[in-house]
């Protein structure tokens, strides 16, 4: 479907999508950072073969999907991190070809990036919340704006941004 497209960069996938097939990404080069929604529970042969940047796998289903073959991160798997949902740790190290990465965190994966003031939204106001967090020396997971594991001036930088941008 979208193998060999080398400008894809951060893919994220539908909640309601359960399978991603055979070859799909195979070859995007560019992929850095991976979303599995909740629904998939079947990744193909060879589906992420190839997408050696990538830097971040997030997975949000308790059960880890079943893969095609061991070629399906193929080079990443002592790279890239694994982000699952929190209990979900045994799941994965039981399953084959997840047990492979080598970094596999458990996160709340229900927080909103950025939403620092916890209105369920982000807004202009997140702003000055996540300066104060960054001055209090506190951290929450939603303040991991750039998503790097560490609360710091970059996740303001990020959030400013994504405002401007819209996005």
Sequence with gaps: MFAGCASLTDVVLSETLTRVGNYAFNGCTGIKHLTLGVGITTLGQNAFAG????E????????????GNVNCFNNVYNDATLYIPIGATEDYQLTNYWNKFAHIVEKNLDVVP????GDGRVGISDVPSLIDLLLGGGSIDSADVDGDGV??????SALIDGLLSGN
């Design 51 to 54: 997408c050696n940047a990538i």
């Design 56 to 67: 971040t796998v997030t997975s949000k289903n308790d059960i880890a999907p079943s893969m």
């Design 114 to 117: 950025g939403d620092v003031d």
């Design 151 to 156: 609360v710091s001036i970059s996740d303001v």
